[in-house]
C-alpha cells in the first residue's frame, strides 16, 4: 500500500515514547524505520500496548510490531514472531549509586524491593539470599527504595532502564549484570510467518545484528550496554570481515 504501518509502545522510553512535540521515537522506532527505508515505503506508526499488540496485528490495523515483547510459546500461536529475536530483558536491580553495589552476592541477608508475585523476587532470594520486601505495585516498591527502606529493587532490566532514562532517579543505577534472558521478537501476522514478509524481516534482524546496527541504536538511545547484543554481533559476524 505504499505504507509500512508498525506498531510500537509509546510509553516505554527509551524504546518507543512521545517526544516534546507527541512523535514517537525510540529504539524500536527507528528500526519500522529501517524497515520502511528497506522497503522504499512510508512509514506510519501505531502506539501500542502490551494488551492490545497482537490484537491490532490479528486485526489488520497494523502489519507488524516491533514493541518491547518477549518470544513465548503461546504468543507464537497468536502472531508471527520471526527469527533471530533482536533484543532481551532479564533480572536486575535499581540501588542507590552511593550504596556501590557491584554484585548479586551483595544482597545476601539483604532487604529487597520487589512486585507482589514477580518471579524475579524467587531468582534473587533463592540463587543469592535476599529478603525480599515485597510491595503491591512498583510505584510502591520504588518509593519504598527511596525511602530506604530497601538496599535494591528487582525487576525486569528493560523497565528500570526506562526509569532511570526518564530524569527522576538521577541518584540510582543498574549495577548488576542481568540474568535470566527474555528475548524479545518482533511479530508480523501469523500467516505471513513463513512467506515473503516474514523471511523478509528475518533477514532484517539478522543483518541488525552482523552490522552492528542494534548495539549503535542501543548506544544512540542512552541504553545500557547488553552482553545479549554483543554475543549475537559476534554469532553473526561476517567471517570476510577485516580480511
Same mark, same amino acid.
Given at each position: ?6 506498531? &510500537? ?12 512535540? !507527541? *512523535? @514517537?521515537?525510540? =529504539?524500536? %522506532?527507528? /528500526? ?13 506508526? &501505531? ?12 486485526? !489488520? *490495523? @497494523?502489519?507488524? =510490531?516491533? %514493541?518491547? /515483547? ?174
Amino acid at each position: 500500500r505504499g505504507t509500512l504501518v508498525v506498531g &510500537v509502545k509509546a510509553d516505554y522510553k527509551p524504546w518507543g515514547y512521545r517526544d516534546a512535540s !507527541g *512523535k @514517537i521515537v525510540g =529504539m524500536e %522506532a527507528d /528500526m519500522a524505520k529501517d524497515v520502511a527505508d528497506a522497503m522504499g515505503v512510508k512509514l506510519e506508526l &501505531v502506539a501500542v500496548q502490551s494488551s492490545n499488540r497482537m490484537q491490532f496485528l490479528q486485526q !489488520g *490495523k @497494523i502489519d507488524m =510490531m516491533i %514493541a518491547t /515483547m518477549s518470544d513465548r510459546k503461546d504468543r507464537r500461536k497468536i502472531v508471527g514472531i520471526t527469527q533471530p529475536n533482536y533484543y532481551t530483558s532479564g533480572t536486575n536491580v535499581m540501588s542507590p549509586k552511593a550504596l556501590k553495589i557491584r554484585q548479586w552476592t551483595a544482597l545476601k541477608d539483604k532487604p529487597v524491593c520487589g512486585k507482589q508475585g514477580a518471579f524475579y523476587n524467587k531468582i534473587v532470594s533463592k540463587r543469592y539470599g535476599a529478603k525480599i520486601i515485597a510491595f503491591t505495585g512498583n510505584a510502591e516498591a520504588k518509593q519504598a527504595l527511596r525511602d530506604r527502606k530497601c538496599i535494591a529493587w528487582v525487576y525486569d532490566d528493560s523497565s528500570i532502564m526506562s526509569d532511570l532514562s526518564s530524569g527522576q532517579y538521577n541518584d540510582f543505577e543498574m549495577p548488576l549484570n542481568s540474568e535470566d534472558d527474555n528475548p524479545w521478537g518482533l511479530a508480523v501476522p501469523r500467516a505471513e510467518l513463513n512467506c515473503v514478509f516474514g523471511n523478509f524481516m528475518s533477514g532484517m534482524t539478522y543483518n541488525w545484528h552482523q552490522s552492528g546496527r542494534l548495539i549503535e541504536l542501543q548506544k544512540k538511545w542512552g541504553i545500557q550496554a547488553t552482553q545479549y547484543l554483543a554475543d549475537k554481533n559476534k554469532k553473526f559476524a561476517d567471517w570476510l570481515a577485516g580480511k
